[in-house]
């Protein structure tokens, strides 16, 4: 498959987290066909990885976020820092993965909206994706995209475990959906 003329894309996969060497790892993804992938930041930490791993591999782009989880560390410097690479390097391709997450509440509600608006925002002035992570949050996720349908929001929602009510919502705004395990484990 290493040839493949439509190479497979990880679009979600999380490089910066990995202990072990992602040389390694991303020789046995080629051998089986994966084109290039985007590794998704998730804070400050994850965020700087993410650029270094982008600048080393060819193969590897990635967005740059504030995970719901790390809301509660959310910081203007460091969005503004975000808002630099994405006009500077061009391996960056999205922000994010941003959202709510009410089903671990690592962080308040009101810093998990907050950080994803100032995101969302980020996003339309760029010009690029973002990737949304919504977990038991459909009501408050609907609330807050409402804001910006016709504002040129773009994106892909990933780990999809929400209703078809939602799913039919954020399909009709213009989002892609994503499915994994845990969407897949849900819907048994």
Same mark, same amino acid.
């Given at each position: 498959?290493?040839?493949?003329?439509?190479?497979? /894309?990880?679009?979600?996969?999380?490089?910066?987290?990995?202990?072990?060497? /992602?040389? @390694? !790892?991303?020789?046995?993804?080629? +051998? =089986?066909?994966?084109?290039?992938?985007?590794?998704?930041?998730?804070?400050?930490?994850?965020?700087? +990885?993410?650029?270094?791993?982008?600048?080393?591999?060819?193969?590897?782009?990635? @967005?740059?976020?504030?995970?719901?989880?790390?809301?509660?560390?959310?910081?203007?410097?460091?969005?503004?820092?975000?808002?630099?690479? !994405?006009? =500077?390097?061009?391996?960056?391709?999205?922000?994010?993965?941003?959202? %709510?997450?009410?089903?671990?509440?690592?962080?308040?509600?009101?810093?998990?909206?907050?950080?994803?608006?100032?995101?969302?925002?980020?996003? !339309?002035?760029?010009?690029?994706?973002?990737? !949304?992570?919504?977990?038991?949050?459909?009501?408050?996720?609907?609330?807050?995209?409402?804001?910006?349908?016709?504002?040129?929001?773009?994106?892909?929602?990933?780990?999809? @475990?929400?209703?078809?009510?939602?799913?039919?919502?954020?399909?009709? %705004?213009?989002?892609?959906?994503?499915?994994?395990?845990?969407?897949?484990?849900?819907?048994?």
């Amino acid at each position: 498959m290493e040839n493949s003329i439509y190479p497979w /894309v990880d679009s979600h996969c999380h490089l910066e987290m990995l202990k072990g060497d /992602v040389s @390694t !790892i991303l020789d046995d993804a080629r +051998k =089986e066909g994966v084109g290039f992938c985007i590794s998704i930041g998730t804070g400050v930490s994850a965020n700087q +990885k993410v650029v270094d791993l982008s600048s080393r591999f060819h193969d590897v782009y990635g @967005t740059l976020g504030f995970h719901p989880h790390y809301a509660s560390r959310f910081d203007q410097l460091h969005l503004d820092w975000i808002r630099d690479e !994405i006009r =500077e390097n061009s391996k960056i391709v999205g922000v994010g993965e941003c959202g %709510f997450d009410f089903y671990y509440n690592q962080s308040g509600r009101e810093d998990q909206k907050v950080a994803f608006a100032a995101q969302l925002d980020l996003a !339309i002035e760029s010009g690029v994706p973002v990737v !949304i992570h919504s977990r038991e949050a459909d009501v408050e996720a609907r609330d807050i995209l409402e804001g910006y349908r016709g504002k040129g929001l773009t994106g892909v929602v990933h780990c999809f @475990t929400s209703s078809i009510e939602q799913a039919r919502y954020l399909l009709d %705004f213009g989002f892609y959906l994503s499915f994994n395990g845990i969407s897949m484990k849900w819907y048994r």
